[in-house]
């Protein structure tokens, strides 16, 4: 897809707050600094729309991007970080889980993991909660520029067997630095729209 226009939109905490569109939307899931705003950037030819920060924890709200006016990013906090209050947590959760569970606009999440490692326990419970709601799910193993591409299929294979990830599941692999698979996730994304 040849993007022409992209913008945020809003940063959002609650549903009144959410795009007012019958736009499609694809949410962003994943670990603190797994790469989620990494991803939207190179998806959109972009440096940088969408915050990226060395410090994890850096996205606290919902951010909703618009591409070309025909589709949503929604860059959701990342999970798994540890600096944060307990209660800030459960508040992040409850955020993002009345997004998924509420949203008519979302078509896909697109839960991204880091290709270098095994999905941890919060991938786990994430890829369980998507399945669990049956939301259409598209994993990204993101940092392939950091693996030789000899060993890609086995990590990608680990990645798959760690989640346990239903057949009809897309694992698309993923360089937010090189632009690797950037072609394919379009493509896949093409179809849930």
Do not use: C
């Amino acid at each position: 897809m040849k993007v022409t226009s992209s913008d945020i939109v809003i940063s959002a905490v609650k549903p009144e707050q959410y795009p007012n569109t019958p736009i499609p939307e694809f949410a962003l899931a994943g670990r603190s600094n797994v790469g989620k705003s990494s991803f939207i950037n190179k998806m959109i030819n972009r440096k940088n729309l969408a915050r990226t920060s060395s410090k994890p924890g850096k996205t606290q709200t919902l951010n909703f991007y618009i591409i070309n006016e025909a589709l949503h990013f929604v860059d959701v906090p990342g999970y798994g970080y540890a600096k944060v209050s307990k209660t800030e947590r459960d508040a992040w959760g409850r955020m993002i889980e009345t997004y998924f569970t509420s949203r008519d606009q979302l078509r896909a999440a697109l839960l991204v993991v880091d290709l270098r490692h095994p999905p941890t326990k919060d991938d786990i419970a994430m890829y369980e909660f998507l399945k669990h709601y049956d939301l259409p799910r598209i994993v990204i193993a993101t940092k392939a520029d950091k693996i030789p591409k000899g060993k890609w299929q086995k990590h990608l294979k680990v990645t798959r067997q760690t989640l346990n990830m239903e057949k009809e599941d897309e694992l698309l692999l993923f360089s937010g630095e090189t632009g690797e698979g950037k072609e394919q996730a379009w493509g896949v994304l093409k179809k849930y729209m």
